[in-house]
């Protein structure tokens, strides 16, 4: 019996983290209508700081999020001495320090905004919906996880509802990380901040952040909200569409580029190669070209490497079926010698291309060398050598 519950708790233990992935919020693929959104650049544990003062106390609260993946170990908290966790497979945790001014006591507790923890339903609860329907002069993706419980202190025990609402607003000119802060960040900036008497304010909004608080707050149903603002690129309804027509022009872009040099490289060298062919040799016509003779027996080299690419898929086939490891190096032989074949073909018809190209220069500077300066030979005539 032992065993079988171990077995049970393995195999629950391996799907229950596939099952909250597939029913989670994917970052990286969303679809709200006929717009695809693609927010995995901005992956990453982040932290936000907030003060907000009262008569009675000041609280300090830090959040953490990754709205990507989990926070894994960025869970854990103990920059107060005493190290307190917002759990596991959380997405954003609240870590709240809350000091009586009368000197009374300090009250350190976490809790969970969005979390996949939940048995039995989904409980990341993604609702996406786009700026426009809400406001037409407004462009982005509005994005609401729960799955959280809000506690009002330490000892209580029961909480609230929580969740998060996130407006990624589409601005062309932020990638969406300028100005936020690491965990060190954060954490140099709390002890400057203790350092400098504890002091502060409402949650502080910070207009050079691509990320900002909105508000925190317990809603009318009892439901703690964090509203967050998020500037960036990745929000644009045609973002994505243009990061593929600009891809796609580049690449054209590149291999247009690459076969205009090949083509110049390769004219340049017919070019060169006949004028030195000349000026040396007093070569003529087909002479003039270099590697003229290879080039006139690229019909008999293509007849008989055809020629030998039938006879050995004669030979093969005339075994009675009967494959061995030597079968299988011929037909590998088969196959690199008609790759081969092609490159050669192709480089040949490239080379026959410009050729036609040079004589088509070759005609006309002979025809107006001609009419210029009768009885000279035109090329001597360009090249000052008669």
Same mark, same amino acid.
């Given at each position: 019996?032992?065993?079988q !519950?171990n077995?049970?708790?393995?195999?629950?233990?391996?799907?229950?983290?596939s099952?909250?992935s597939? !029913?989670?919020?994917?970052?990286?693929?969303?679809n709200?209508?006929?717009?695809?959104?693609?927010?995995?650049?901005?992956?990453?544990?982040?932290?936000l700081?907030?003060?907000?003062?009262?008569p009675?106390?000041? $609280?300090? $609260?830090?959040y953490?999020?990754n709205?990507?993946?989990t926070?894994?170990s960025?869970?854990?908290?103990?920059?107060?001495?005493?190290e307190?966790?917002?759990g596991?497979?959380?997405?954003?945790?609240?870590?709240?320090?809350?000091?009586?001014?009368?000197?009374?006591g300090?009250d350190?507790f976490?809790?969970?905004i969005?979390?996949?923890e939940?048995?039995g339903?989904?409980s990341?609860?993604p609702?996406?919906?786009?700026?426009?329907?809400?406001?037409?002069?407004?462009?982005?993706l509005?994005?609401?996880?729960?799955?959280?419980t809000?506690?009002?202190n330490s000892?209580? %025990?029961?909480?609230?509802?929580a969740?998060?609402?996130?407006?990624?607003?589409?601005?062309?000119?932020?990638?969406? *990380?300028?100005?936020?802060?690491?965990?060190?960040?954060?954490?140099? %900036?709390?002890r400057?901040?203790?350092?400098?008497?504890?002091?502060?304010?409402?949650?502080?909004?910070?207009?050079?952040?691509?990320?900002?608080?909105?508000?925190?707050?317990?809603?009318?149903?009892?439901t703690y909200?964090l509203?967050?603002?998020?500037r960036t690129k990745?929000?644009?309804?045609?973002?994505?569409?243009?990061?593929?027509?600009?891809?796609?022009?580049?690449?054209?872009?590149?291999?247009?580029?690459?076969?205009?040099?090949?083509?110049?490289?390769?004219a340049?060298?017919l070019?060169?190669?006949?004028?030195?062919?000349?000026?040396?040799?007093?070569?003529?016509?087909?002479?003039?070209?270099?590697?003229?003779? $290879?080039?006139?027996?690229?019909?008999y080299?293509?007849?008989?490497?055809?020629?030998?690419?039938?006879?050995?898929?004669?030979?093969?086939?005339?075994?009675?079926g009967?494959?061995?490891?030597?079968?299988?190096?011929?037909?590998?032989?088969?196959?690199?010698?008609?790759?081969?074949?092609l490159?050669y073909?192709?480089?040949?018809c490239?080379i026959? *291309?410009?050729?036609?190209?040079v004589?088509?220069i070759?005609?006309?500077?002979? $025809?107006?060398?001609?009419?210029?300066?009768?009885?000279?030979?035109?090329?001597g005539?360009?090249?000052?050598?008669?």
């Amino acid at each position: 019996m032992r065993i079988q !519950s171990n077995g049970v708790s393995l195999l629950l233990s391996a799907l229950l983290p596939s099952l909250a992935s597939a !029913s989670g919020f994917d970052c990286a693929n969303i679809n709200v209508g006929n717009h695809k959104y693609d927010l995995s650049p901005l992956k990453g544990v982040h932290v936000l700081n907030t003060t907000v003062e009262t008569p009675d106390n000041v $609280t300090s $609260t830090t959040y953490r999020l990754n709205i990507c993946n989990t926070l894994k170990s960025s869970a854990q908290f103990d920059k107060y001495g005493d190290e307190i966790s917002c759990g596991t497979n959380k997405n954003i945790c609240a870590f709240v320090h809350r000091a009586e001014k009368d000197g009374s006591g300090v009250d350190i507790f976490p809790f969970p905004i969005v979390d996949l923890e939940a048995a039995g339903e989904d409980s990341k609860n993604p609702e996406l919906k786009r700026l426009k329907d809400i406001d037409p002069e407004t462009e982005g993706l509005r994005v609401k996880l729960e799955g959280g419980t809000y506690k009002e202190n330490s000892k209580d %025990k029961k909480g609230k509802k929580a969740g998060a609402i996130i407006e990624f607003q589409c601005d062309h000119e932020r990638s969406g *990380l300028e100005g936020l802060d690491t965990i060190q960040d954060s954490e140099a %900036k709390e002890r400057r901040r203790r350092a400098d008497g504890g002091e502060g304010g409402a949650a502080s909004s910070n207009s050079s952040s691509s990320l900002n608080i909105k508000g925190a707050d317990l809603l009318d149903d009892d439901t703690y909200i964090l509203r967050l603002d998020w500037r960036t690129k990745y929000a644009c309804d045609e973002y994505e569409k243009e990061k593929g027509d600009t891809f796609s022009s580049k690449s054209w872009g590149f291999f247009t580029w690459l076969i205009i040099i090949v083509f110049l490289f390769i004219a340049a060298y017919l070019i060169f190669g006949s004028w030195l062919n000349y000026n040396r040799y007093g070569a003529r016509g087909w002479d003039l070209l270099p590697h003229g003779d $290879t080039i006139r027996d690229i019909p008999y080299i293509f007849q008989d490497w055809l020629r030998r690419v039938v006879n050995t898929l004669q030979g093969a086939g005339s075994r009675g079926g009967y494959t061995d490891f030597g079968d299988r190096r011929e037909h590998l032989h088969i196959m690199f010698t008609f790759t081969q074949g092609l490159l050669y073909c192709s480089f040949t018809c490239i080379i026959e *291309l410009v050729w036609a190209l040079v004589i088509q220069i070759y005609s006309f500077l002979a $025809t107006l060398g001609a009419a210029r300066n009768p009885g000279k030979h035109w090329l001597g005539y360009y090249m000052g050598n008669e």
